[in-house]
């Protein structure tokens, strides 16, 4: 069994940034392609973000592109996700996601069907 636990949450100001964590328990992070996802009170939980097992492929939403930076370090079980120039529209609660990456399967990073293990989410709200 896997736990997610994400960390680095919080209140900023628009143009501030924030870096968000995953810590992995469980199983080794390095057997798991690992995503973060997003959802408001009025939206569907939507992708963000996302990263191989061996950070050697990622794939980010338009929406963020050029702000965002996903990153892991399987050493430390962790998954990062750095947003730098956060806009109001970025305030949502943010899911870290494991998807299981033995089998040779295909990577469909956008797919949350695809995700096998998800955190409890971490608020992030970006003041105007």
């Known amino acids: 069994q896997l736990h997610l636990e994400e960390s680095g949450g919080g209140l900023v100001q628009a143009g501030g940034s924030l870096r968000l964590s995953c810590q992995v328990f469980?199983?080794?992070?390095?057997?798991?392609?690992m995503g973060w996802f997003r959802q408001t009170a009025e939206n569907e939980r939507d992708f963000v973000a996302a990263?191989?097992?061996?950070?050697?492929?990622?794939d980010y939403a338009d929406s963020v592109k050029g702000r965002f930076a996903i990153s892991r370090d399987n050493a430390k079980e962790t998954v990062f996700l750095q947003m730098n120039n956060l806009e109001f529209e970025d305030t949502a609660v943010y899911y870290c996601?494991?998807?299981?990456?033995?089998?040779?399967?295909?990577?469909?990073?956008?797919?949350?069907?695809?995700?096998?293990?998800w955190g409890q989410g971490a608020q992030v709200t970006v003041s105007s």
């Open positions: 996601a494991a998807d299981w990456a033995g089998g040779g399967t295909t990577w469909y990073p956008h797919d949350e069907i695809q995700y096998d293990y």
């Open positions: 469980g199983r080794t992070c390095s057997m798991f392609h």
């Open positions: 990263i191989t097992w061996n950070g050697g492929d990622t």
